[in-house]
């Protein structure tokens, strides 16, 4: 609706016919490109949390791109000076359509969408859905077994998701870790050292929600043979200092008596000091 | 000459008080039995010599000029200019071998370690991964230390006070050799794999000088390779010259400081110094960086993008939080105070301990011993501390390389892990620029005191390591703990970011161990890419050196002292004045006549009894009874060739075509001449004469007896001698003043005092 708002605006403060207008063509263009961005937004804002971004706006994020670029290319019937491009990107010091589509490409690069989606960026790579598919089942896997004891919340009466679900959240998260690592091997740049968010994020809320909040990762601490071990080891440079303190002998320097005039008193007073 | 009046006046003079000097001429009895005592730091080693860096302007040298035309002398500028290029190419190549292997093979060893804690925390038995861990350092370790202490013990440590002491003028045995330099650059890759508390780039150093040396005389004696290039720069003035290049290469390489290595070189050699050697050492520091940078740049897959100049690169100090105010200069210096009195508690616990290891672990096997027990305790420290700590942090948008869960919960990391479990450069740059809140005030601080702990007891063990980067992290670790309370005492105001007080902090921390000045400054500044910060950085490096003077002296001074090494420092000590030449020299000294029988050549440098290195030629008048006028300096170097080539006045009678020697024939045999013993003289040849006129330096340097220590100090520190000879008003020889007359005296605690020399 806002788009359309906006669409009309443009069109109805037409301006006197003796004033520099925008080409029909350029208009239309740049009313494409208010709806497209109107729409983006909004999804992007709907999809914020739990995000699901890459997953919901790829396909407005595509069209965005295209009117983008169409405007970018468009040369207007007339002159050259008349082209949309020039008239619409570049001849205000606001440039705000250069500034939303900066945003909106920030913000996917941020969001590394591309790393979920297949390369003509047409739909989810297949990974990506298997690792949704799996997060799906582990979280109808939480809410069956929670079902039962909905009524008691304390936190120790989660043993049950832990057990049934154990499986389920072992295999997301040996994918999640399989998938973080061909990345890492696969690109060398910074940006591709991170999953898509949309993967990130379910990993994430599924983590907390196994370790936070149902408790369910109890590691085994081994505090008793840790200390042993390590107070061995601590233990073995005392030895080694009092042993060669001990044992070894002391490095002992030859004196050389200097040939110099005076140098007997000298030597003396130095030998005393020492002796 | 020795009259008793003479004795009383040189007993008042000299600066002991009077009873005991009374009670001294009373028990005036000449100990001549070998006295033997215990290692401590007031003696002077007879092991180390002076590099001869006057140059014996003999017949043959003048000769040699008159051959050469002006041309020739351009030549060799310009050979200069590509030795120093080819020392900056090298230099930075080295440093990108040192970077690329460490990364790599630390990166197998934690992804090894990290994986087998991940396995055994689910499953239980983590005291097998600390095991693993320990293991693992300790026997890396152990082949670093092992090459160092059985092959080449001098690569031993960072080498910066070696290097000190090379451009001071002391010959340190196998300093700049080859073999030291394999062994340098493999040791300290080991060392840094191996976890240890220690960096890499203080070795560049020494790695840069090195190269510097071989380079410049155009072959390897290690090798036996001569490639007969570069001759005419066999000679110690030169060499130390492209060493000074070399360090300043090498300095270049490590913190991506071009300029700050120049400084380095003019701080620690600066006694000998001109303009155009400036510039050239300039233009080898930047071709060393630029090297680094490019082959890392390639290496790093995003060639032409330079933006690794250094092997440690502090990262970008431009955004806004990174800046200061000048409210903030106190609390800058009070940081410099605390860095003072921090390092030197820590210059003073390492005094403690390399005495005992000079005095009781100085068996090879003892010291590598040592140096695992060390790396497997660092480990154990690491581990526990990593085990002890509840820290977790969101594994989310952190840049952790190696993060380890542990106890956290899922998709967190032990935040303890980042500081331990990475090698020391990453741990500086993490600290300098994690966003705040990234650390436990509590972690940060047990972190702190087990670093200093550590880098205290690692450094001075024998493998080849630095001390910049411990020093650094230890200083960045108290430096962030201070932001951090700072800003929790002003409730959060955004000048307060950790990050730069952790930088301060760093500064402070170097600057009072090290005591270096301008040449650290500009090496930070270059370090952090940020010229604003020069002032605070060196207000923080002036009052860390203040304070930390105060107590005791800089690292590398100290252990320069410890090495017994006869280091002559910037000047006399300044109650001198009233010593003169007379008292400080050496006497009698033995002369050699203009003509002198090769027997007795022989003799004199056969006994063992006196290694002198020069020898005052005096006039060969048979008629004259006294001693006579001096003539001129030879050295014994000049005179084993001399031997090897049998020069005699009769066998150049005998063979008229018999080759002239040239001072190509002296270069050649630099600088390993062939010691006496192997140089066989007949009984025949005993008899033979030796004609030394051609060959001494005719005009060496002498004073009065009655020129103070100041001076005679001055002269022979700013000439860089070797030998300078006391002569009477008649120019008779009377004694003869070497570095280690000079250096033997030393401004202690309580006054004026001499050391002794010792064998070792």
Redesign the interface.
């Known amino acids: 609706e806002l788009a359309q708002e906006l669409a009309e605006e443009l069109w109805g403060s037409g301006l006197p016919g003796d004033l520099p207008e925008l080409e029909p063509e350029c208009r239309s263009l740049l009313a494409a490109f208010a709806e497209g961005s109107a729409a983006l937004t909004g999804c992007l804002g709907r999809r914020a949390r739990p995000v699901r971004l890459c997953q919901g706006c790829s396909g407005h994020y595509r069209r965005l791109l295209g009117q983008y670029d169409s405007i970018a290319r468009a040369v207007g019937n007339s002159s050259e000076s008349h082209n949309c491009a020039k008239s619409i990107l570049t001849s205000d010091r606001l440039q705000i359509v250069v500034t939303l589509s900066e945003f909106f490409n920030e913000t996917w690069e941020a969001a590394n969408c591309a790393n979920c989606l297949k390369n003509n960026s047409e739909g989810l790579s297949n990974s990506t859905e298997e690792f949704l598919d799996l997060f799906n089942k582990s979280l109808t896997c939480f809410e069956h077994n929670l079902q039962g004891q909905a009524i008691d919340l304390s936190p120790n009466n989660y043993t049950e998701v832990c057990k049934n679900c154990n499986e389920t959240y072992t295999k997301l998260n040996d994918l999640y870790n399989h998938l973080q690592r061909m990345n890492r091997q696969g690109g060398e740049s910074a940006h591709s050292a991170h999953l898509c968010i949309d993967v990130e994020d379910a990993m994430n809320i599924t983590r907390k929600l196994w370790s936070r909040t149902f408790n369910c990762s109890f590691p085994c601490s081994d505090t008793v043979p840790v200390i042993a071990v390590s107070s061995f080891i601590l233990f073995l440079p005392v030895v080694f200092y009092l042993s060669s303190f001990l044992h070894s002998k002391q490095k002992k320097r030859i004196l050389i008596l200097p040939k110099r005039i005076q140098s007997n008193a000298n030597l003396v007073n130095i030998q005393e000091k020492y002796s | 000459q020795?009259t008793p009046s003479?004795?009383l006046r040189?007993?008042q003079l000299?600066n002991?008080d009077l009873n005991?000097?009374i009670h001294?001429?009373e028990?005036?009895v000449?100990?001549?039995r070998?006295?033997?005592?215990?290692?401590?730091e007031?003696?002077l080693s007879?092991k180390y010599e002076s590099l001869d860096y006057d140059n014996s302007e003999n017949q043959l040298f003048l000769e040699e000029e008159r051959r050469i035309n002006h041309a020739a002398f351009r030549t060799v500028e310009i050979k200069r200019w590509v030795i120093c290029a080819m020392i900056g190419i090298l230099t930075g190549l080295v440093a990108c071998f040192i970077d690329i292997v460490v990364e790599n093979l630390a990166g197998l060893k934690y992804r090894v370690v990290k994986d087998n804690i991940d396995k055994f925390?689910?499953?239980?038995?983590?005291?097998f991964s600390?095991?693993l861990w320990?293991t693992l350092n300790a026997s890396v370790v152990m082949v670093g230390s092992l090459i160092v202490a059985f092959i080449e013990p001098v690569a031993a440590g960072s080498g910066i006070p070696q290097i000190k002491c090379y451009l001071n003028g002391v010959k340190i045995p196998h300093v700049v050799r080859l073999k030291t330099l394999v062994i340098k650059v493999c040791g300290v890759i080991l060392s840094v794999v191996g976890g240890l508390a220690v960096g890499k780039e203080g070795p560049m150093i020494h790695s840069g000088s090195v190269i510097a040396a071989g380079i410049s005389q155009g072959r390897s004696t290690s090798l036996k390779r001569d490639f007969k290039i570069f001759e005419y720069f066999r000679r110690d003035t030169e060499k130390r010259d492209f060493v000074s290049a070399g360090a300043a290469a090498g300095v270049s390489a490590a913190f991506g400081a071009p300029v700050g290595g120049v400084l380095f070189s003019l701080e620690e050699g600066a006694s000998f110094w001109n303009q155009f050697l400036t510039w050239r050492i300039f233009f080898a520091s930047m071709i060393s960086t630029f090297t680094l940078n490019s082959v890392l740049s390639v290496y790093?897959?995003?060639a032409w993008d330079l933006s690794s100049p250094g092997l440690i690169n502090f990262g970008r100090f431009d955004s806004e939080k990174m800046g200061y105010t000048i409210q903030e200069i106190p609390i800058f210096i009070f940081m410099g105070v605390v860095g003072g009195i921090l390092g030197a508690l820590f210059n003073a616990l390492n005094y403690w301990l390399t005495m005992?290891r000079?005095?009781?672990?100085?068996?090879p096997c003892?010291q590598v011993?040592?140096a695992m027990?060390?790396a497997?305790?660092t480990a154990?420290?690491g581990?526990?501390m990593i085990?002890c700590s509840r820290d977790c942090q969101p594994i989310?948008g952190s840049s952790v390389a190696y993060p380890l869960q542990?106890?956290c919960?899922?998709?967190e990391y032990n935040s303890m892990a980042t500081a331990f479990f990475n090698t020391p450069e990453k741990s500086v740059v993490n600290l300098f620029h994690d966003p705040p809140g990234s650390y436990n005030p509590m972690a940060l601080g047990m972190f702190t005191l087990m670093y200093f702990f550590l880098a205290c007891w690692t450094y001075g063990l024998t493998v080849s390591a630095g001390v910049f980067i411990p020093s650094l992290l230890i200083g960045a670790a108290w430096g962030r703990l201070f932001g951090i309370s700072l800003s929790y005492l002003t409730k959060g105001s955004i000048w307060a970011d950790p990050g730069k007080y952790a930088l301060m902090g760093a500064a402070a921390q170097l600057g009072g161990i090290v005591r270096m000045t301008l040449s650290l400054t500009v090496i930070m500044m270059e370090a952090t890419g940020n010229v604003t910060y020069g002032f605070p950085i060196m207000l923080v490096l002036m009052t860390a050196k203040i304070v930390g003077d105060y107590f005791v002296e800089g690292l590398y001074d100290m252990h320069i002292q410890l090495q017994s090494v006869p280091f002559l420092h910037w000047e006399a000590p300044v109650t001198s004045h009233s010593l003169t030449a007379?008292?400080v020299?050496?006497?009698?000294v033995t002369c050699l006549r203009r003509i002198e029988r090769v027997g007795t050549v022989v003799d004199i440098l056969s006994d063992t009894s006196s290694n002198h290195n020069g020898f005052p030629v005096v006039e060969s008048n048979p008629d004259t009874t006294q001693v006579a006028g001096l003539r001129g300096l030879i050295l014994r170097s000049q005179l084993i060739v001399l031997l090897k080539h049998k020069v005699f006045v009769e066998r150049a009678n005998l063979s008229l075509v018999q080759r002239r020697l040239k001072l190509k024939d002296f270069r050649d045999a630099y600088p390993r001449f062939p010691p006496i013993q192997s140089i066989h003289v007949s009984q025949d040849e005993r008899e033979c004469m030796i004609d030394l006129s051609e060959f001494m330096n005719p005009s060496p340097y002498t004073v009065p007896q009655e020129a103070s220590l100041p001076r005679v100090f001055k002269l022979f520190r700013a000439l860089g001698l070797r030998h300078l000879v006391v002569v009477d008003n008649r120019n008779e020889v009377v004694g003869m003043v070497t570095r280690k007359?000079l250096a033997r005296y030393r401004l202690g605690k309580e006054g004026l005092e001499?050391l002794?020399?010792?064998?070792?």
Do not use: C, W
């Open positions: 020795l003479s004795f040189i007993g000299s002991v005991e000097d001294e001429l028990t005036e000449p100990r001549q070998p006295n033997e005592i215990p290692h401590n007031k003696l007879l925390t689910a499953k239980g038995g983590l005291s600390l095991l320990a790093h897959g995003n005992f000079i005095r009781y672990i100085h068996r003892l011993v040592e027990l060390v497997a305790v154990t420290v581990f526990v085990y989310q542990l106890f919960a899922d998709g007379r008292e020299m050496s006497t009698p007359d001499e002794s020399l010792a064998q070792t």
